[in-house]
């Protein structure tokens, strides 16, 4: 079992609002975060995880290294939509993170979600993947919403110049009928295999998540279940509630309206008389 130090960085910018990923794109990335953090710990006792986002102004942590639940899930819900995705700066900070470990041989691992366009053009990557390399960080880039060819060319170039013995991973997850975290669920950056092609591995929709709600049998993680499950049911009610309050808005709006054009009617009558 790996001793590891993982910083996760997700992808909050404004092309996290799209819903082609239930139930949206920064909601199953929820989903998917709950799944990594669940799967991290379970792989080694000690190991450490953090979370960040990468949209708005710039790069913010969310969370340092923890293994408290509570506290991660609580951070990860505080994150906002907005502006665009800054994987570079993203990629440093987070780094910047993993040199506070408190236990120097836990390996060094970001898992950054892109669900946007790459904005910094590929030579500017590669750089970074060579700097990461050097200091032994390894890297796995989840690919989805924006997965048209020049950003997967570019993340592609990324975690070729950084991989070392298929230490980085880049999987790209396509739309479908299951969550992100059900089609994570049997990628290199959950299972930590090597059955990848140079760190590459695409995935189709309904190829994995064994037809469990959320891709995971609840006989066997009933925690992890629940979690995920909690997570969906809280992402929609917030949903819902902003739906309501749009719907309350309009009406009230209507109302207004209509009861302004019911007085401008009695005034004419007034005036007729």
Do not use: W
């Not at 953090?37 to 379970?42: A, D, N």
């Not at 340092?64 to 505080?78: P, S, V």
């Not at 665009?84 to 041989?105: D, F, M, W, Y």
């Not at 170039?157 to 991989?163: G, H, L, Q, R």
Request: charged share 25%; aromatic share 4%.
């Amino acid at each position: 079992m790996t001793l590891e130090a993982t910083m996760i960085v997700m992808d909050n910018s404004e092309f996290a609002r799209n819903g082609d990923y239930l139930p949206t794109r920064l909601g199953s990335q929820k989903d998917a975060i709950n799944l990594i953090f669940s799967s991290k710990l379970r792989a080694h006792p000690e190991n450490l995880i953090g979370l960040m986002s990468m949209g708005g102004k710039g790069p913010e942590i969310l969370v340092t290294l923890t293994q408290d639940y509570g506290k991660f899930l609580a951070a990860m819900h505080e994150s906002k939509i907005g502006g665009n995705s800054h994987i570079c700066t993203g990629i440093q900070v987070a780094h910047l993170a993993l040199k506070h470990r408190p236990e120097k041989r836990q390996r060094q691992r970001i898992i950054v979600f892109v669900g946007s366009p790459v904005l910094e053009d590929e030579k500017t990557l590669v750089m970074l993947a060579k700097k990461m390399k050097k200091n032994n960080v390894a890297v796995d880039f989840i690919n989805f919403g924006e997965i048209h060819e020049e950003n997967t060319s570019k993340l592609t170039a990324f975690i070729e110049a950084i991989n070392s013995d298929d230490n980085s991973h880049l999987t790209t997850i396509f739309p479908g009928p299951y969550l992100l975290s059900d089609q994570l669920l049997h990628s290199p950056v959950i299972t930590n295999d090597r059955t990848s092609v140079h760190g590459v591995s695409n995935i189709q929709d309904g190829i994995s998540g064994e037809h469990f709600d959320f891709g995971v049998d609840p006989n066997l993680d009933p925690e992890l279940a629940l979690a995920l499950q909690m997570s969906l049911q809280e992402e929609q009610a917030r949903q819902e509630a902003q739906e309501g309050k749009a719907r309350e808005n309009n009406e009230n709006t209507s109302d207004s309206h209509s009861q302004d054009q019911k007085h401008e009617n009695i005034e004419k009558m007034d005036i007729e008389k």
